[in-house]
Nanobody, 123 residues
Framework: VQLQASGGGLVQAGGSLRLSCAASGRTVSNYGMGWFRQAPGKEREFVAT????????YYADSVKGRYTISRDDAKNTMYLQMNSLKPEDTAVYYC?????????????????WGQGTLVTVSS
């Protein structure tokens, strides 16, 4: 499975962006998937995750209520809608997939990783 994250860019505080994670190589319709991010000088951290069925989601407290994770299995793609962005959301965002229908909040849960897309939020 190859994952390609896209949609990052420069946005002002309070703005919105939608990230996409396109999977190729095989269908990920039954795979749990997630988003992580790494800010400059910091360790990578969990952002959001969605189950293989798409019915269960879980968010980091720092993004809850502002971000929405979703998936479109017909397109083999996962999304992250980010609203009310803050400068502290600036980071490289990575998507990941696991060979399990369960969602997961730990990096060790995941088997495949995308290359990352940079999100910069200006104040």
């Amino acid at each position: 499975v190859q994952l390609q994250a896209s949609g990052g860019g420069l946005v002002q505080a309070g703005g919105s962006l939608r990230l996409s994670c396109a999977a190729s190589g095989r269908t990920v319709s039954n795979y749990g998937m997630g988003w992580f991010r790494q800010a400059p000088g910091k360790e990578r951290e969990f952002v959001a995750t969605i189950s293989g069925s798409g019915t269960l989601t879980y968010y980091a407290d720092s993004v809850k209520g502002r971000y929405t994770i979703s998936r479109d299995d017909a397109k083999n793609t996962m999304y992250l809608q980010m609203n009310s962005l803050k400068p502290e959301d600036t980071a490289v965002y990575y998507c990941a997939a696991r060979v399990s229908p369960w969602y997961g909040s730990r990096e060790t849960h995941y088997d495949y990783w995308g290359q990352g897309t940079l999100v910069t939020v200006s104040s």
